[in-house]
């Protein structure tokens, strides 16, 4: 507040890789329909420039605090990674006012491809002691893994269910321009 | 294509096993059906002999790494899978990360002479399997007043084998072919 800037419209151009080191893509459930479950993915890589925000996850990088869900969530029962190792993201419109980003496109996850709405912000670029530009992007959205065939679930004793049904997939990215060759 | 039987009865004459054998008689051309009898000889699941596995548990292991999909049949005790079946798997899902079961396409059918086929019975062992990492087929059937059915076959029953078999056989068939 209180300083002049410019107002963005438009991610800058360029070419824009994700650095992994410094970005998580993580998703979150509701368990025991009172509490939100938290995971992660490893392995992941993400590229912005004009043609947009394309994404890619490796399934089998999957991380969650206990190893036997890790087993379970790679098999058919829910990610099937033997069958669908990456799950993917390609947008197709972005827009922006100042910070915010509203990003349509669709999401390939167990095979299925299907449209999210992500929103989201926008930071920077800032320059690194390297003399690297960074860009910071924090996307969300929501949804409901019974639409890409994540269907598992287990009846609790007095109703309702294990797992919820929709989940929250965020990610928090820290991108590096690339070098022009 | 070699599929594997595995029945949760251990009594000679028994209906699972028999069913098992019906569906052997209903197998396209090229594929093999093995029987795997070792589950009387498969000790109490310990861990603390994980490393020095038994000749039945390996026999298990081999049999299913062998197999390019699982066909069980079983019966429902109390209302659920039998213990020797289950000690079985429990055996097979180790270690857990590389178990032998883990992708392999596995059907569940089962007989029993009440009503209902021992459908609980087939649902918990489903259940069992997709937590091992099996890809467990949709295809699947519950045959109540299994002693008659079983004594004269009829046509809905051998249709109901073959849509299994040819489940397995799918799966099996992507598998391979992403191996």
Redesign the interface.
């Known amino acids: 507040m209180g300083t002049i800037s410019e107002t963005r419209t438009a991610l800058p151009t360029g070419t824009w890789q994700v650095d992994p080191v410094h970005s998580t893509v993580e998703f979150s459930v509701k368990h025991m329909i009172v509490a939100n479950f938290r995971g992660g993915f490893d392995a992941f890589d993400v590229t912005v420039d004009e043609a947009g925000i394309r994404g890619t996850v490796e399934v089998a990088s999957v991380r969650v605090s206990e190893?036997?869900l890790t087993?379970?969530l790679?098999?058919?029962?829910f990610f099937d990674a033997?069958?669908h190792p990456q799950l993917s993201f390609d947008s197709a419109t972005i827009g922006i006012t100042d910070d915010e980003l509203v990003v349509d496109g669709e999401l390939t996850l167990k095979g299925v491809t299907r449209p999210v709405a992500i929103r989201g912000t926008v930071s920077g670029p800032v320059t690194s002691f390297d003399g690297s530009s960074r860009l910071g992007l924090e996307l969300e959205t929501l949804i409901d893994r019974t639409a890409y065939g994540l269907d598992?679930n287990a009846p609790l004793p007095t109703g309702g269910f294990a797992v919820g049904n929709d989940v929250k997939l965020h990610a928090e990215l820290e991108l590096v321009l690339a070098e022009e060759a | 294509m070699q599929i594997l039987g595995i029945a949760g009865s251990l009594r000679s004459g028994s209906i699972n096993a028999q069913l098992l054998q019906l569906a052997a008689g209903t197998l396209p051309d090229g594929v093999e059906f093995a029987v795997w009898e070792g589950l009387r000889d498969v000790p109490p699941f310990d861990q603390d002999t994980e490393e020095t596995p038994s000749v039945a548990v390996a026999g298990l292991r081999s049999a299913v790494a062998a197999a390019d999909a699982v066909l069980i049949a079983t019966p429902e005790y109390n209302g659920s899978i039998p213990g020797t079946l289950k000690n079985a798997l429990d055996w097979g899902s180790r270690p857990?990360?590389t178990n032998v079961f883990?992708?392999k396409p596995v059907a569940v059918i089962g007989a029993s002479p009440g009503a209902f086929g021992g459908v609980w019975a087939h649902e918990e062992t489903r259940k069992i399997l997709?937590?091992?990492?099996?890809?467990?087929v949709d295809a699947g059937f519950s045959l109540g007043k299994a002693p008659d059915r079983l004594a004269a076959p009829d046509e809905e029953l051998v249709t109901q084998l073959h849509e299994v078999i040819e489940s397995l056989l799918a799966e099996a068939t992507?598998?391979s072919a992403?191996a």
Do not use: C, F, Y
């Not at chain 1, 790679?74 to 029962?77: C, H, K, T, V, Y």
């Not at chain 2, 997709?130 to 467990?136: C, D, F, L, W």
């Open positions: 190893p036997n087993r379970h790679l098999s058919p029962d033997e069958r598992w | 857990g990360a883990r992708g997709g937590i091992m990492g099996a890809r467990v992507i598998r992403a």
